[in-house]
């Protein structure tokens, strides 16, 4: 399901009004009014995030670009496939490369590192969840990103899903409160669609906040060792989210512990974008 | 200098929204009404970025909150350093702490792969720059820390400079213009204070465009043989910029050929966030 | 906890625009510059909700009006209590004051609605909930009025709740999906932080959908006698929401057939404006 | 004559944002991409307004989705007319559904309260008008209501018609100035196209405003005998507006005073909404 | 009275936004942090319109500048004249001060140029008015400017106001409808708060629409001796506006005629901007 | 090559919004539903510029207005000519009206004064350029409607081009700073892509500053002689840009110094509007 244009028309306009300052110069002054067609290349393995941002880039720009897509979001791609073609007045569609490609590199690179992950931990009952950890201004497109490359999202935002950090439980401690009272006192208020999630750092916290009902405990920066302890010590009573420290090196290792959950910030803040161009030749419409 | 207010507050007010949605659930759940004292904390070492930017999330937030900014933009940082403390409403910096550790992580990783790169050309006359390549939104926040890393920025916008590429040159030879003619059609027209950058591929194409009257080559994907030549070849005549396939690996022996500006589209678009966290501590004001 | 100024800002700003138009042209015409001081004046009993709407409001226009709020939001008032204060310039006190009490009018009639609902369910235990039936534009202060009411918020958007409506299963079950598979499949894809809820009609379908793994089942429109069933059906294995023909007369009976939430949109969409004036007198400053 | 889309667009979009959140989880898990009938089906009598609102709702979810509107704003609707039909992607109509029928049930419920004080004066040379007091951000679209009940506006903004209300007389008589120097001086500086309207609370006084030049007088809570008194005393010098305890009960009796205009600020901050849904089936295009 | 930030501040973070781009990029590269002095300078004698949305976009860049008004709107000025001062940093004086002064600039061209109109006819009991015709998205400003000469405002928008135009009458009569007709139908159906003005262009139609009922009558590129027959036609029943062809040479012989009002475009459309500049001094502080 | 949409969208819809206010009361209470026509009739000899944009905000207020443009940006026009034709709905056509031609007037007039500054240089080897003292928030357009007259654009914003202005000097001389030094700094950090101008005042300054490695030198308010003399003593060093006092009874006589380019503010703050209007017949579709 494509993400509504009403909620990403705004992120594009601004994009567009950021790269096109007062207008295109060197296009102005040299390109002449004829048409165009612009081939999206591929130029590295990985899968595809945003096709059909880049084709709404070209809409912004001009209406009467005709944007053919090849390749849908989610599909993995190679180096060398052509995932869209755009065909229309060369100057629209050099005005526009630019703000089209940095969507797409950019959503691309997440869903093809996200993929990664999923693939590291294939065949087990495991989720790969991203976290809050987006870029300001962007986070529907980079969780739409996630979820191409076969993650899924966790909460999207403060307002809808709780979770009881270390630095709520810094707060919350010095006041002696018990995890039990914490945890009812939390589903006492919010609304009953949202789960209860509870940071842990050890075994016993664990256990204690599955006891005190808490739906779901984010494992944070455990060892293997101790998020089997938990898996074993929980038994069922709560979803296990793994979470800090998580590498493609380490995350089937931390699949195999059991835990339902792994969540990493890296998926979106420190994913590289994917190498995509734009191979423009005139007159070919 | 900093980046004036006027220029980020809708950046910021949009993150927040993004981030708040209608509220911290949990923290409204939860958190008394309580002084607390927040510590930002860097866990790896890098070069920070964005610590205004943090302080004004926090005084967006709740303007009460008191923001100590312990280090500036620029600075190099190590694991372990406290960069900025935050005093005030334990529920306001709760609600605000991820927004504004997104941008400070952001930034601080732009600024810190930079900041790699130009230590790798160390006493070489080269700029490293960045390019248009930035997360569609945040150009001018992105530009601000590659500075902060010791980088230049290149154009901001399609309206501030001139580089007349590939995909222009591949329009305008179809219709059979000379490099000459394509250079001073470009003169001809748009403003006296900008300079004209034109892409070559070879070392033929520089001589040409120079001659012709660029003021500024782009050395396509060249191998360091044919930046030598093309050095040799312009002879002075326009200056240098060496683009794509830079890598830390190879930047130094680009930047040995003689090339004025290394530019790099990765400096924005695959930087990793550097990890740095917020500790909090209640009634510690 | 308040609302942070940030979610509201834009809001109260567009309604100042929408009153203003190009300025106050009475007031412009006729006001003196003086000092006065403006009391805000509850004319009918009921639950107080926005005070804090009205001081930012006031602070809009004028960021030297001084606001002294006396009571605050979620209290009871009466007639001829006194709820703020607001001194200042004479005429932005009067151009801002018709925004100040629509908004402050509103929001209390919500608080005033809901508190008669929870109210009449007084020692049972049960949620008076909202819906997503709000004032476009206006959702987030709309269910913060619904808690200062003594009410409980249900998912605020379309993203951060699962209900699978009426409208959803008459699309799902043209295709033959049991509710086994429909539960089944919601789970598969949404974040794990956020429960199923199914619209049930009848008792059967009630406990077909528990039995299915729902969190949380929607009574449509039931007859007391059919919720009393799937209370007893249920038994406990999910929450049950009573939902559709909810009035003041009949939601104790609702809440003594054992549902967990009664929800309903009257609190939202058909709330009467609590009845509150400003009244202004010269140089009281 | 519909209102113009320029006007209403950043409303709609506003709304739209507010509800889908990051898109709607439940559509995106269960909906397959198939075509779907809705049926906009009214629930109780009333008076239709905001149809074109429901269409570009639509619209701006899913420009494919085709809207047929089979009643226009203004008619009466009973219970169980279909006054649209929307057709196109069933994902669409479904995250659409909420929003489109939250703008149509308000405006029709104001639009039907309206028309019932229309309905109750009906013969009697006397308009029913509304106030400023409409729900923040909506004022357009509320006034708009208002004419499709049979109703009429009164001045849109503090900009656009001048009252000198009690607040203002309140500063103004501690300076000693008389009505006729008060309506002067109003009349020496608002824009000529304007009439001055004056509230006054007895007889007495709008016998006074009357022959101090003012256009309209607004007769504030005055008993059905007082305004019978100021209709006589003004003896046609000024139009009078009925104001304040305006009841569906009383509104005759106030009519048949002889005023010539009767104003309730109910009709927008009181109305309840109208029982509008959307029935939806299964490949029905 | 001034105009209400919350008007106007949007227009002025637009013009900073359109000025500062991604920031001043000499100031940043060569000016140290140091206090300065700026002294608002003007060189050509005029009326003055604007000195408080200088202060402000000097606040809206830096809120630590101090800005001393020495000088308020309304006020004639000469050659020479410091109208107001800024102190604070060199830096944050420099960005914002090519944005403060094209406000002021223009403004003040307004107003000296609707003062000179409003001189020409100085002792006669006439109003120099504006029209619709402003620069768009500035008009809450430029009708400000227009009362800062002296002249009146005629309606704001479409909406506050009703002008039966000849492009109406073009759209009326060639459906046969008198001008009574016209006149009472529009009087019917808008708010009873404002008049109803008649574009006319030959004194029989002048006599005819004030029989009709119009309040206001314009009277389009009338000849003297023409408006000296709609004065005398009318004989007071309506106020009437001279308008189309009004220049600083004539329009006291147009006030001459009679009429109530004389309106010109060109008091907003074809201003010349006021010589204005800005002198600084290190350390002035 | 006409401005992208994208950059004028919301300065049009902003436009639209301040004029049509609620509604347009007048077409609503009169216009009946029929079809216009609407020609767009030029009453004064000029140079057309926005005749696009009068497109667009037609098609902002109804999509189905059909636009002829008959005259493209950049002919001249003489009083009579016709310059585009509008047809569809009366009430539509006359809504858009005002707002059309606010933008083409202003546009074409400052077109039009554009062209008699470049007809008065014409056969001399000099640029007509324009300045940063546009309308706030109009800038993109402006800077089209000087091109349009055959003008040339300087720096859109601060960002985009280095000017060492009076002001910068005033605080860098304060400090010992030579030009070589000053004119070195700034090279240093700016984009090397954008030129370095010096805003000098005597022949001695124009020197020193082109020996300091100026690119551009700005002569303000020089008389004829001095510029002759900077144009020898420069030779050909630096471009040279005659600035202040620039009137069309000097220009040629500035153009014949040898300047390169001629830059003046009047021709965006101190146009006069061309005059255009709209004719409208019924029924002519």
Known sequence: MKIPKVLVQEIIARALEEDLGWGDITTRALIPQCQAKGSVLVKEAGVLAGIHILEQVFHSVDENIQVQVLVEDGAKVRSGDVVAIAKGSASSILSAER???????????????????????????????DTRKTTPGLRVLEKYAVRMGGGFNHRQSLSDGVIIKDNHLAILRSSGQSMREIVAKARESVPHTVKIEVEVETVEEAVAAAEAGADVLMLDNMSLEEMRGAVRGVAGRALLEASGGVTLENVRRIAETGVDIISSGALTHSAKALDISLELERGAV
Chains 1, 2, 3, 4, 5, 6 share one sequence.
């Open 99 to 129: 703000v089209a490609l940095n969507f797409l590199q950019r959503l691309s690179g997440i869903a093809t590192l996200t993929s990664r992950y999923v693939e590291a931990v294939k065949g087990l009952p495991v989720r790969i969840a």
